[in-house]
């Protein structure tokens, strides 16, 4: 299935269990979909490979039919063994090559990045986006420098890719990306730790229109 990548960085949702107080994961991603998710990484911190591959045959099929792009963190083998649409990865050196070469021109490949030197590697590597972050201090991330509107509005505009901002974003601070160039935004305890989840994701799609401009599809 080929996807609208720019378009779909409008709600980016990153799974994390810790926040699920026993719901199931699939479950979860269905009432994320549902409320308005326009993408979905499997990011388990801990889960082996083949927990990855276990966990992605059971959230794909809600991505499937919302036409919803699927990527798994950092795990090549995982997205390849269960089908994913791509592979998210970090900034180890040749991460994007490597997921590159093993999944195909096809594959949707995310980098994260932090500086616009760093925006305009990745771009060269062959990434599909740039997932760039943290925009403010997080709980799912606490050792993650902060990433100043200076720098990611500065990346935006010097890359051709897609971009998403991550990292401390909810509904009631995404007018602080005004202006920045970002094509959406990527939440993880926004999503996951709400009560009602479909709820949350259409609260955020509402708050990326009115403080973005940012429609998806």
Same mark, same amino acid.
């Given at each position: 299935?080929?996807?609208?990548?720019?378009?779909?960085?409008?709600?980016?949702?990153?799974?994390?269990?810790?926040?699920?107080?026993?719901?199931?994961?699939?479950?979860?991603?269905?009432?994320?979909?549902?409320?308005?998710?326009?993408?979905? #990484?499997?990011?388990?911190?801990?889960?082996?490979?083949?927990?990855?591959?276990?966990?992605?045959?059971?959230?794909?099929?809600?991505?499937?039919?919302?036409?919803?792009?699927?990527?798994?963190?950092?795990?090549?083998?995982?997205?390849?063994?269960? +089908?994913?649409?791509?592979?998210?990865?970090? #900034?180890?050196?040749?991460?994007?090559?490597?997921?590159?070469?093993?999944?195909?021109?096809?594959? $949707?490949?995310?980098?994260?990045? #932090?500086?616009?030197?760093?925006? $305009?590697?990745?771009?060269?590597? +062959?990434?599909?986006?740039?997932?760039?972050?943290?925009?403010?201090?997080?709980?799912?991330?606490?050792?993650?420098?902060?990433?100043?509107?200076?720098?990611?509005?500065? $990346?935006?505009?010097?890359?051709?890719?897609?971009?998403?901002?991550?990292?401390?974003?909810?509904?009631?601070?995404?007018?602080?990306?005004?202006?920045?160039?970002?094509? +959406?935004?990527?939440?993880?305890?926004?999503?996951?730790?709400?009560?009602?989840?479909?709820?949350?994701?259409?609260?955020?799609?509402?708050?990326?229109?009115?403080?973005?401009?940012?429609?998806?599809?």
């Amino acid at each position: 299935m080929s996807f609208d990548v720019r378009k779909s960085m409008a709600l980016y949702a990153v799974t994390d269990s810790a926040w699920l107080e026993g719901r199931s994961l699939a479950q979860c991603v269905e009432q994320a979909v549902r409320g308005g998710a326009t993408f979905v #990484q499997l990011r388990e911190k801990g889960a082996s490979t083949e927990e990855l591959v276990e966990l992605a045959a059971e959230v794909m099929p809600a991505c499937k039919r919302a036409g919803v792009p699927f990527v798994v963190n950092d795990d090549v083998e995982a997205a390849l063994t269960c +089908g994913a649409d791509g592979v998210h990865v970090g #900034q180890e050196d040749a991460a994007c090559r490597q997921a590159r070469s093993v999944l195909g021109p096809a594959a $949707i490949v995310g980098v994260s990045v #932090q500086t616009l030197a760093q925006a $305009i590697e990745a771009e060269k590597a +062959g990434a599909t986006y740039l997932g760039v972050g943290a925009m403010r201090g997080t709980a799912t991330k606490s050792d993650a420098a902060i990433v100043s509107l200076e720098e990611l509005r500065a $990346i935006c505009e010097r890359v051709s890719i897609p971009v998403v901002a991550i990292g401390g974003l909810n509904a009631g601070n995404l007018d602080l990306l005004a202006g920045s160039g970002v094509d +959406g935004v990527a939440v993880v305890s926004a999503l996951f730790a709400a009560p009602d989840i479909e709820k949350a994701a259409r609260e955020l799609r509402c708050s990326l229109e009115e403080s973005l401009g940012v429609a998806g599809e």
